[in-house]
């Protein structure tokens, strides 16, 4: 359905180029569900505006974006924009800033119907109820006349989910949905994205730093450092079985909840400089397994871990 | 709102109170008086003069005499320096005019201002840009007395499109340089505007998410960011628009229209005591009502603001 292939972005910028995305591939299947980890800076979101054509103007982009067979990178505005919300939704990390303050919450829905599907705003707004009633903003019918500052953060961020789902379309990235929530709104959130995958069968990206949140809800996991996929795993294997050092630092720096005396391991050093295009694996400098071949070598994407000394060859 | 609305208006009149009680001592310190001349009057005549405005009462008497004539009758006294003629003469005369030529000098600024911002900020560093925003500066600096003798000389000396001068009760030929060469620099002032604050609307999260929803551009401009990208203009235009709508000096003299900003200047000279007095109630008058107008057209745009006047 969606498969990107070999995807760079650069970035032009007052000192250089800064190389965001390297040389990532993925696909994701009809109602499948995976995850993009990384940290800050590891392009991970850049990968998801670029799906839907949304980079900053200074960006240059590489590779191919194949939407059911088309090249969305190649892809006039005209056509992008009959992808956009009706194929491809997209939900942001900030619901506080990614709702128009000025609009009601009903026209902010109804708009994409009604210029996507032609609906009248009659029919429109019998959408935009029966969305919300899904997203479980209560009272919807009565809040549809609100503006964004009257709701809370959580029913904020169901309501730019509202958006993404109002052409039921067949792919949604969740750009770190629950990174401004707090702690027990962001378990309702992803609740909530599990039922609408399973209610709509639409496929989802979720993009994401906090390895908690993709335990319980996607499939496979992409991690991300530096621009590059560092491992690529079905999530169970992932969580008992890292490959590459990178993702086993990350599960270190997860708390354990069953041994709260396990102390949290962070991992040495920080993210590496993006303004020259890697010629060695970006994480050596801060891996502890690293011998001096990882600092000259650039390692391939091999059986779902770009890495020369995997942790299941080390002991 | 309606509630919001009642209570600013029932601060007009005490504002206007302490408005009146100062301009009116304020005047008074400044040397000279609308009688003194080159070659002083004789006591005699000077005291009979003073009689026949009231002038011979202590200041305070005066004052109240003038806020009881406002009150009871509408009536903000004789011209000082003026003979024959009232201030609500005056006013009655050189407003409507002021009020013309000022009201068309902002729609241009407008009508032109709002939609060369916008322009400049679709093609944002673009040639249509660089040029709009050079334009901008240079109409910004270039002053309305070198800018009206250019408008005089192509108009009216090379083309004879337009007379040079007068009023003949504001046919439009009358009224479009006057409004032109006072509204260049605004309308400058406002493409800049609307220029940055589109810009910055255009960067906003609210607007990359209107753009990932698929919307043709046109939508994403009229109902996306055109109302927040107007608020910074709207704020600028509440003050400018009474300052055009008073009139300039420079405008009333160089076109001879007769309004009211030559009045005012002429009151300062010659020490003109009510007719100062009653522009500058005219002006506050003129400042609180627009300022009240640009709140409730704020409220109207952005609904926190609605919900705080509630």
Known sequence: MLSVRNLHIRFRTGDGMVHAVNDVSFDVGASQHIALVGESGSGKSQI?????????????????ILWNGQDLLAASQRDMNRVRAREIGIIFQD???SLNPYMTIERQLTEIVEHHQGMSRRDARARALEVMDAVRIPDAKARLRAYPHEFSGGMRQRIVIAMALMCRPELILADEPTTALDVTVQAQIMQLLADVQQDFGTSVVLITHDLGVVAGFC??????YGGRIMEEAVTTKLFDKPAHPYTR???RAVPNIEDP???LTAIPGSPPSQHRFPQACPFAPRCVDAVDTCHDTLPALQKGRACLRPVEELT | MLNYTLRRLLMVLPTLLILVIFAFYLMRLAPGGPFTSERPLPPAVMANVLERYGMDEPLHVQ???YVRNIVCCFDFGPSFSQKDRTVNDVIAQGFPVTLTYGFWSAVFVLVLGIPLGIIAALRHNGFWDYTMTGLAIF??????????PLLVLLFTLSWGLLPGGGWNGGQWQY????????????MASVARLTRGSMLEVLNSPYIRTARAKGLPERTIILRHALKPALLPTLTYMGPVFVYMITGSVFVDVFFSTGGIGQDFINGAYSRDYSVLLGLAILYAVLTFALTLMVDLLYAWIDPKVRAGLA
């Open chain 2, 63 to 65: 004052l109240w005499t």
């Open chain 1, 219 to 224: 499939e496979e996991v992409l991690v991300l």
């Open chain 1, 249 to 251: 630092g990350l599960l």
């Open chain 2, 175 to 186: 009224v479009v340089m006057p409004a032109i060469a006072l509204g260049t620099s605004y």
């Open chain 1, 261 to 263: 005396s396990d102390a």
């Open chain 1, 95 to 97: 619901p506080m800033s």
């Open chain 2, 139 to 148: 109409s910004q600096i270039f002053p309305n007395f070198v800018l009206a």
């Open chain 1, 48 to 64: 998801a505006l670029a799906i839907m054509g949304l980079l900053a103007k200074n960006a240059e982009v590489d590779g191919e």
